[in-house]
């Protein structure tokens, strides 16, 4: 029986644990905390999830909540105009049941639900958890008593052990002043096409100041929502620190909202914090890193997830990310049969992972500067037509099927030109 070792018990490690020990792997998940302690501490993302990474999930036999939370209902994007912060253009879409299709299907559970559930599912299917903090001599231990160790947890000192692959990574500095704050009390959200949404996502965007967006999930104590705050570092945005408390940091949250996003504003006349832990605040450089750790030792370490591929969250793909990585992963080991997991293998298996994520980091890093021309004429022409919105929306699972919008003036025009009643040339023309 293979051994395998898995240091990290987030959404990435746990699905690549439980998946292999259903296949008959001797698999051990290295955790620095408990089940209980993750679900009374501190909020860790707001894990926005989609059609494809539900399905991995599924595929896993880990879709444990379906029974008492609904996916959302819908979702829209606004651009706001920085001078009055009234709307500029907006586009909104019918999700699952409302939408009535299962490939647009959209949700959140809290990471504090998601992961003791999940870690209590592998051990009644025989994994083996070790609560410890590791380090590069536990790695060496590890790799002396396992067929294979990865590495699943982008946080601490053995994150940092990988080291940064220039080529890929764009940015050296942070992008974004980041927070979130779970609450309740928020009313429904309002679309222009769709009218009021219970349970959904509402993104909208003040060019030069950042971005904000709200979305239904499930926490500890029942459905809320979260408030998703992208402030460019030291502008008024920049004024989010969970050291402030949860009182002043919920005030300055309304602070936020009141002056840059008032229609949002509106709809949190009655909000509270879920709990006091339901707050986080931070920064960091999004990082794509080098996935092959070689250990003192000689042997080597595998790095996944947030470990290696590490996006701002402004599209909403962390946990998606780390979902597909783990299937990709998950693949190449029963791929591979009895052979070494040596370097190649891993280098090799993230080849095969960035051939589809490299789209969603562009996707993502596009939206940290200065849209590009062909961005601009696709996001309007979502404003204008439902069928173009239609396929900004799917992009949100998959990348690749907008990629070339964002960064081709042509092939955007003529997106939009067959779509719509516009020569290609026209619109070109009016962009220059």
């Known amino acids: 029986m293979r051994k395998i070792t898995i240091v990290g018990a987030g959404q990435a490690g746990m699905l690549v644990g439980v998946g292999l020990i259903r296949k008959g792997y001797e698999v051990t998940v290295i955790s620095n905390q408990t089940p209980e302690e993750i679900r009374n501490g501190r909020v860790t993302s707001s894990q926005g999830m989609q059609a494809i990474p539900i399905q991995i999930e599924r595929e896993m036999g ?5 029974d008492i939370y609904q996916p959302w209902d819908g979702a829209q994007f606004n651009i706001l105009n ?12 019918l999700l699952g049941a409302r939408n009535g299709a299962s490939d647009l299907v959209m949700e959140s559970i809290d990471q504090r639900v998601k992961m003791p559930g999940w870690i209590h599912r592998f051990e009644e299917l025989g994994g083996k958890m070790v609560y410890e903090d590791a380090d590069i001599a536990s790695l060496e231990r590890y790799s002396e008593e396992s067929d294979l ?12 052990l990988l080291k940064r692959d220039d080529e890929k990574s764009v940015f050296d500095k942070p992008m974004r002043a980041l927070g979130l704050a779970y609450v309740k009390g928020m009313t429904p959200m309002k679309t222009r096409d769709h009218g009021d949404i219970q349970r959904g996502l509402t993104w909208s965007a003040c060019p030069g100041v950042g971005e904000y967006f709200v979305c239904n ?3 500890t104590s029942g459905e809320c929502d979260i408030m998703i705050f992208e402030g460019v570092p030291g502008g008024p945005m920049d004024i989010l620190d969970t050291r402030d408390g949860p009182e002043k940091y919920l005030e300055n949250c309304l602070k936020i909202l009141k002056e840059f996003f008032p229609e949002e504003y509106a709809r949190c006349q009655n909000v509270e914090l879920t709990d006091d832990m339901g707050i986080l605040s931070g920064r960091f450089p999004p990082t794509i890193r080098k996935p092959v750790l070689t250990l003192p030792n000689g042997k080597f370490a595998m ?31 029963l791929k591979h049969g009895q052979d070494d997991f040596d370097d190649n ?4 298996t993230f ?6 994520a490299k789209y969603c980091v562009d996707f993502t890093n596009a939206m940290l500067v200065e849209p590009t021309q062909a961005m601009g004429m696709f996001l309007t022409a979502c404003d204008a037509n439902q069928k173009v919105a239609d396929i900004m929306f799917s992009g949100m699972d998959d990348a690749e099927r907008i990629h070339r919008y964002l960064f081709d ?21 009016q962009s220059a």
């Not at 880990?62 to 379906?66: A, N, S």
């Not at 402004?314 to 979902?323: D, K, L």
Request: with cysteine; charged share 20%.
């Open 217 to 219: 999930a499930l926490t």
């Open 351 to 356: 080849d095969n992972y960035w051939e589809s």
């Open 303 to 333: 790095g996944i997830a947030d470990a290696v591929c590490l996006n701002d969250p402004i599209t909403g793909q962390g946990a998606c990310n780390a979902a597909k990585f783990a299937k990709t992963v998950y693949d190449a080991v």
């Open 345 to 348: 293998w891993m280098q090799s």
């Open 149 to 160: 160790v990865l590495v699943a947890s982008g946080k601490g000192d053995i994150g940092k």
């Open 62 to 66: 880990l879709r444990l909540w379906e």
């Open 82 to 93: 920085p001078q009055d912060n009234s709307t500029a253009l907006t586009f909104s879409k």
């Open 409 to 429: 003036e042509q092939e955007t025009a003529k997106l939009i030109a067959k779509l719509s009643a516009t020569p290609a040339e026209q619109l070109i023309a």
